[in-house]
C-alpha cells in the first residue's frame, strides 16, 4: 500500500504498478480515474463495515442518510482488478447479510444512496467469510436455533 499526498480534489488522477521482479517488464493501471474527496465530502463517502455473518456469510452495514433513502449495494471479489457488480438496487435498510461468499481472496463492498447524483462509498476492508465445522452448522442452524436473526436485516 502506499499513500500519495498533496493531490487536489477536483483533478482525476491515474496510476500504474508493476512487479519488482526482472522478469515481469509489465505495467498494471485501471480504465477509472481517481478523484480525491474533500474532508466534508468524505464523510459522504464512508466505506461499508464488513463483519462475521455465519457460514459463508459476511454482514454489511453502513451509515443512513436520511430517513427516506435507498441505496445501491455493489460487491467484488479481490482478485486483481476485478469488476464492480450491483448485488441490490434499492435496499431500505443499512445492513444487510451476504450469503454464499466462498472466495478464499475475500470480498470487497461498497454503497450508494439512491437520492440524488452520489458517488459510491470507498470500498470496505477486504473481509473473507469462513465456513463452519459439521457440528457448528448443527449447533447454529439445529431446527430450534438461528443465527443472526434480525427482523431489519435483510439477506442477499
Do not use: C
Not at 487536489?8 to 493501471?29: C, G, H, I, P
Not at 443512513?64 to 435496499?91: A, F, H
Not at 454503497?111 to 467469510?129: D, E, M
Amino acid at each position: 500500500q502506499v499513500r500519495k499526498r498533496n493531490l487536489l480534489s477536483k483533478e482525476q488522477y491515474f496510476f500504474r504498478v508493476k512487479a519488482a521482479t526482472e522478469s515481469n517488464d509489465s505495467w498494471m493501471t485501471h480504465e477509472v480515474p481517481f478523484q480525491p474527496v474533500t474532508s466534508e465530502e468524505e464523510e459522504d463517502v464512508a466505506a461499508p463495515i464488513v463483519s462475521r455473518g455465519g457460514n459463508h456469510a459476511l454482514m454489511i452495514s453502513w451509515k443512513k442518510k436520511t430517513i427516506e433513502d435507498t441505496y445501491e449495494l455493489q460487491m467484488r471479489e479481490n482478485v486483481g482488478g476485478m469488476d464492480w457488480y450491483t448485488i441490490s438496487k434499492s435496499l431500505s435498510g443499512t445492513e444487510v447479510r451476504k450469503k454464499n461468499l466462498i472466495s478464499p481472496s475475500g470480498y470487497q463492498f461498497r454503497v450508494r444512496s439512491n437520492l440524488g447524483n452520489t458517488n459510491f462509498s470507498l470500498p470496505s476492508i477486504v473481509s473473507i467469510a469462513k465456513g463452519l465445522s459439521s457440528a457448528m452448522k448443527r449447533q447454529w442452524f439445529g431446527n430450534t436455533s438461528t443465527l443472526l436473526a434480525k427482523s431489519n436485516t435483510n439477506t442477499i
